[in-house]
């Protein structure tokens, strides 16, 4: 069974403190995507890989930085993280070759920021 | 810009009642997808349409894709409480290849 798992379904940071969100495949996805996802904004792409040490923004890389080191693992960096970052952040996978870019997406983690 | 925009945006109904929800656009997408999302989780996959006029079945799940392939519908027939949960759709971006667009999602509820 395919799976996309995220390091924390819940996590609460204060203002200003450096939060390291982890994602890991195990399908061997060439691809892999961290969304936000807010009520009456959907979801929102904030950063892609598509290889190791390969990334492309998406629509809001503003605040956030991202880490690919081995192709399964695809962590989102806050570097100082602010209240309008509590959301809940999506990781996502798929193919490079996927003919429709059809995603697996992990359980998401819900962060809070005081 | 490809935008879909899906509706209703909430809808609460009754065990047993049939449903539709609304996926559109004015772009043309090659292929449509349709997620959901249950409370605290992540979205699922639950099925891709590829051919414009294609209905496809998935037990009380029909899914259609529009003629001209710039909408979808999905009804649920006979809704049950397990259907709860927020119904996504999504396409290829045509801008960039492994992107997916997606709509703003419909919420639904099934009470018992």
């Known amino acids: 069974d395919v799976k996309v798992t995220q390091s924390s379904r819940y996590l609460v940071k204060r203002t200003g403190e450096k939060v390291f969100l982890e994602c890991v495949q195990d399908?061997?996805?060439?691809?892999m995507f961290w969304y936000r996802q807010d009520p009456g904004l959907g979801l929102r792409l904030i950063y892609f890989s598509y290889d190791v040490k390969m990334k492309e923004k998406g629509d809001i890389p503003e605040g956030y930085s991202v880490s690919r080191e081995k192709k399964e693992r695809f962590s989102l960096i806050l570097e100082s993280a602010s209240t309008n970052q509590t959301s809940m952040y999506l990781c996502?996978?798929?193919?490079?070759?996927?003919?429709?870019?059809?995603?697996?997406f992990g359980p998401g983690t819900r962060l809070t920021v005081l | 810009t490809q935008l879909l925009e899906q509706s209703p945006q909430f809808l609460s109904i009754q065990e047993g009642e049939n449903l539709t929800v609304y996926c559109n656009s004015s772009s043309v997408f090659s292929s449509l997808q349709w997620y959901r999302q249950e409370p605290g989780e992540g979205p699922v996959l639950l099925v891709t349409?590829?051919?414009?006029?294609e209905v496809k079945k998935l037990k009380r799940l029909t899914f259609q894709f529009g003629d001209a392939r710039k909408d979808s519908s999905l009804h649920i027939t006979a809704a049950q409480p397990g259907d709860t949960g927020l119904y996504l759709c999504?396409?290829?971006?045509?801008?960039?290849?492994?992107?997916?667009?997606f709509g703003g999602g419909t919420r639904l509820m099934v009470k018992p």
């Open positions: 399908m061997d996805h060439e691809n």
């Open positions: 996502a996978s798929n193919h490079r070759s996927s003919v429709y870019n059809e995603q697996f």
């Open positions: 349409v590829v051919t414009g006029g």
């Open positions: 999504a396409g290829p971006d045509n801008n960039a290849g492994n992107m997916l667009t």
